[in-house]
């Protein structure tokens, strides 16, 4: 008698085997980890590059537009409530191939590149400085070397797995642990700014300049910087130039750095500049550390209640504003204090030793970590160190970030038959392995590639550095793929659209939604228009245009070969892309 051949579904099986194990304010959280602090201060620096902008009106213009964001994802959110979030909506509204290629890129790939960055930030916001007070400064120079980048960068990735491997309800615990512990240290840096003056807080920077950098470890780097002809070092053909005086020293640490914040032409206040152009063209750098509320898209399907459109706003407006309040009374404290002038000193001193190798701060190149440098208020190393690890706790809280929303990316184009099934497999936690393994083995890869690629003669970093800003590139691309599907979902996936619970009113025939899908849409294009047009944000070069070009050209292939496997087996990809996945 005749085998019957097993039965051929659309998914991998009935049931997808992930867990509901978050709560509103778990998904809160995770996209107030999303907007990091550490991602906003670091953000901020690059105000450097442009002078002539308003900090203060660029962080607000891009909430506002981020706002936006936040309805359109709510909104696709609350009509398909899935695993894979961008990846189903995209398939669902448009065609497999459309939402697997821009999808896989921008959930998959383009995060191997997201690993050494947030090692990097790690290093120079937390263990550099701890290690400086510790007296480690052979360990502390070390971080800065190929080799020390790349472990940095294996540390993070195995942070980051044992997040994701814990499971969802055991990742949301210790974020909730970490938000709170690090939220208290932040209140206690803004206690401390408060109660100081800024001629004390100018004794005390250039008390731990000199304990910490000075002395035997022969760092501290007071000095008269060197000029062209005309007076000014000017940075690449961006126009940041620092004016000096023939023959001037600087007599400490802090005035120094007063010297390179009013020297790069920085303005006095964070408001000068007001609605400018230059003001405009900051935006691109703050969507580096704002555009990211709507992280926890992937993992809806894991969420309770996703299906409330409402509750689905209130979180990533939380999630958005709580760290922008934050910035943005940092940022006053800072000027208020410390000085707009000097305060951006600090960033350009930075920005200047690593991009052009010009050693301009007097800290022998180190980040000047804000973070640190309030915490040497009071002078005792034991506080210092305490502090610093307490606010890191939104650093590490972050990590996780970095492969938890991927793998639920590629565990949705596994369930839906378009990678090998195995990406599909679940513990009985609910935790995706093999997706996890997808998002880890590779990110070792392009940390060891990151550190040990050649120097580009051009830019003076590794070649694969060279593509960091194209890690926000691809990202920024799939969610204008995601706007503009929700923005035509009416007319495109009208029985999900019907079915759902969103607002329907609109003007002659046309939703409100779409209308604000088709805004967010268009400030995405102005975004990506800027990245692509002006050398200042790192990313229009061939090298970079290459390696993006060869991102997309591999998820292509991968849909391709899945096509034509799934047609020998007698399916078509695009039956299974008109069904809404299975929870």
């Known amino acids: 008698m005749a085998t019957k051949a097993p039965e051929q579904t659309l998914f991998v099986r009935k049931a997808s085997g992930l867990v509901k194990g978050w709560s509103s304010g778990d998904g809160f959280r995770y996209s107030f980890f999303s907007v990091n602090l550490f991602l906003a201060i670091w953000s901020i620096s690059y105000a450097t590059f442009i002078p002539g902008g308003s900090l203060f009106w660029s962080i607000v213009i891009t909430a506002i537009f981020i706002v936006l964001e936040i309805l359109v994802y709510a909104g696709l959110i609350s009509a398909m409530p ?29 995060l191997w590149l997201w690993t050494p960055i947030y090692a990097d930030m790690g290093v120079q916001t937390t263990v550099k400085p701890i290690f400086r007070i510790l007296g ?17 960068a294996l540390v993070v990735i195995a942070i980051a797995s044992i997040l994701v491997a814990v499971g969802m309800k055991t990742y949301a615990k210790f974020q909730k642990w970490a938000m709170w512990i690090g939220l208290a240290g932040v209140v206690i840096c803004g206690i401390l700014l408060l109660v100081t ?25 007071l000095q008269k910087y060197e000029t062209d002809e005309s007076g000014y070092f000017v940075y690449d053909d961006t126009g940041l130039a620092i004016k000096t005086v023939e023959g001037q020293t600087y007599p400490d640490a802090f005035t120094q750095l ?15 500049g007001g609605l400018s152009w230059a003001t405009w063209t900051l935006i691109p750098f703050m969507m580096f550390c704002m555009a990211w509320p709507n992280w926890g898209a992937t993992l809806y399907g894991e969420v309770r209640g996703a299906k409330d459109f409402r509750k689905n706003i209130y979180q990533m407006l939380g999630g958005l504003l709580v760290p922008t309040a934050i910035t943005l009374a940092f940022l006053g404290l800072m000027t208020w204090k410390v000085g707009y002038q000097a305060f951006m000193g600090m960033m ?98 392009m940390a060891a590639l990151y550190a040990y690629t050649p120097i580009d003669a051009e830019k003076g970093v590794t070649i694969v550095k060279l593509f960091t800003y194209d890690a926000t590139v691809g990202i920024l691309i799939m969610f204008l793929g995601s706007a503009l599907a929700f923005m035509i979902m009416k007319w495109r996936a009208k029985s999900i659209w019907d079915s759902s619970s969103l607002p329907k009113s609109g003007i002659a025939g046309i939703p409100w939604m779409s209308i604000i899908a088709a805004i967010y849409s268009a400030f995405l294009v102005f975004n990506l228009y800027l990245f692509v047009k002006d050398a200042l944000y790192g990313v229009n070069n061939s090298k970079s245009a290459i390696f993006m070009a060869i991102l997309y050209v591999a998820a292509l292939l991968i849909w391709i070969i899945a096509w034509a496997t799934r047609k020998r087996q007698g399916m078509a990809l695009e039956a299974v892309a008109k069904e809404i996945p299975v929870e």
């Open 348 to 445: 350009a001193s930075w920005w200047y030793y690593s991009t052009a190798g010009t050693n301009i701060s007097p800290i022998g190149g180190d980040y000047i970590s804000p973070t640190a440098m309030i915490s040497w208020i009071v002078p005792n190393a034991v506080f210092q160190i305490i502090l610093i690890a307490a606010i890191s706790l939104l650093l590490f809280g972050w990590f996780g970030t970095l492969f938890l929303s991927s793998t639920r990316m590629i565990f949705a184009s596994a369930f839906d038959r378009i990678l090998p099934e195995g990406a599909a497999r679940v513990t009985s936690g609910g935790v995706p392995v093999v997706a996890l393994v997808l998002m880890t083995i590779p990110s070792i890869i």
């Open 82 to 110: 899935r695993a894979g979030g961008d990846y189903v909506w995209m398939t669902r509204i448009f065609n497999s191939a459309i939402g697997f290629i821009i999808a896989a890129v921008g959930w998959w790939f383009i």
């Open 258 to 272: 007063e010297a390179v914040g009013s020297g790069t032409g920085m303005p006095t206040s964070t408001f000068a």
């Open 136 to 152: 480690l400064n052979g360990a502390a120079d070390w971080l800065g070397s190929r080799t020390g980048i790349f472990v940095a």
């Open 197 to 221: 003056s800024g001629s004390s807080f100018k004794e005390k920077f250039n008390a731990a300049a000199e304990k910490y950098y000075g002395g035997d470890n022969g760092t501290l780097n």
